[in-house]
C-alpha cells in the first residue's frame, strides 16, 4: 500500500462548461486554455476511456478491508453505490458530500462488474465495492489504515483542504481526466471534458461496448423498470425508517 500527501491541491483548471450552451462564453476562454483543451482532443482515444475516467465516492463510513459495504453508514434496500466522474459530486437535492471525510477513487474500467447505470453525475454499481490496486482512498491524516491493503492511500489536512480540493488533487496526480458537473440539474447535467460536453451515451460508447445490454444510460436509457425499481426500494427504505423510530 502506498500512501501520499495532499498538502497543496492545485487550482481547478478554468471552468469552461458554459460554452456548451453560451456561443458567447467561447471568448471568455483564456487563449492557452483553448490550446491546452485542443490539445486534449487531438491527441483523445477512445478506447482511454475507462482508464482515464475514474469514479468518485465521498463517504463518512471508512471502508472495512479495502470494502465499501452497501447500507453503510445507513442502513437500506437499496443495493448501490452511487459515484461521480471525474469530480467529487456536486451538491443536488438539498444534499452536500462536501462535509464527508472519506473518498474513493476508481477508473471506470474497475466498476464493469458490477455498473448498472452510467451516468457523469450519478453511476451505480450494485453489491459492495472491494477496492483494488488501481483505486485509491483518500483520508484525512491520523486516520488507521491497515498496512498490508493492495489500494493507494492518499491522505489530507481538513485544516487546509477541502475533501474536494483533495480529490482534484489525487486525480491530477494520477494523470486522470477531471470532468466539471456542476452546471445544470440531476437530470439534464452537462458534463465538461476539456471544453466539451461528454454528457451523452454516444461519448461512452466505446466503453459500453461489452455492456450496452445491461447498463443503462441515466437520463436517456431510464426505463419503465428501473423507475418501479427504484420507487420500490425508496419507499421500502422509507418504511425501515419509520419502523426503527416506532420501536424506539
Known amino acids: 500500500m502506498s500512501q501520499s500527501t495532499l498538502a497543496n491541491p492545485t487550482q481547478p483548471r478554468k471552468e469552461c462548461s458554459q460554452i456548451l450552451t453560451d456561443p458567447g462564453a467561447q471568448n471568455d476562454v483564456p487563449e492557452n486554455q483553448k490550446k491546452i483543451d485542443q490539445e486534449f482532443w487531438a491527441h483523445f482515444k477512445p478506447s482511454d476511456i475507462g482508464k482515464k475516467i475514474y469514479a468518485v465516492h465521498a463517504t463518512r463510513a471508512l471502508p472495512e478491508k479495502g470494502l465499501i459495504r452497501i447500507g453503510n453508514p445507513?442502513?437500506?434496500?437499496?443495493?448501490?453505490?452511487?459515484?461521480?466522474l471525474g469530480e467529487l459530486v456536486q451538491p443536488h437535492n438539498n444534499a452536500t458530500w462536501e462535509s464527508e471525510p472519506y473518498a474513493v477513487l476508481a477508473p471506470i474500467d474497475e466498476l464493469k462488474n458490477q455498473i448498472i447505470n452510467l451516468y457523469p453525475r450519478d453511476t451505480m454499481t450494485i453489491g459492495d465495492f472491494k477496492l483494488t490496486s488501481s483505486a485509491t482512498l483518500i483520508v484525512p491524516?491520523?486516520?488507521?489504515?491497515e498496512n498490508d491493503q493492495a489500494f493507494e492511500v492518499f491522505r489530507y489536512d481538513p485544516q487546509k483542504s477541502s475533501l474536494r480540493e483533495s480529490v482534484e488533487k489525487a486525480l491530477n496526480l494520477k494523470g486522470a481526466w477531471t470532468i466539471d458537473t456542476s452546471k445544470g440539474g440531476l437530470f439534464d447535467t452537462p458534463a465538461d471534458l476539456y471544453g466539451k460536453n461528454v454528457s451523452s451515451r454516444v461519448f461512452f460508447e466505446p466503453f459500453l461496448t461489452d455492456l450496452a445490454d445491461e447498463v443503462t444510460y441515466f437520463a436517456e436509457d431510464l426505463t419503465l423498470k428501473f423507475e418501479?425499481?427504484?420507487f420500490l426500494i425508496q419507499h421500502l427504505t422509507d418504511y425501515f425508517f419509520i419502523r426503527v423510530e416506532i420501536l424506539k
Request: proline share 16%.
Open 141 to 145: 491524516f491520523g486516520t488507521p489504515i
Open 228 to 230: 418501479i425499481d427504484n
Open 74 to 84: 445507513y442502513p437500506s434496500f437499496r443495493p448501490a453505490i452511487h459515484w461521480n
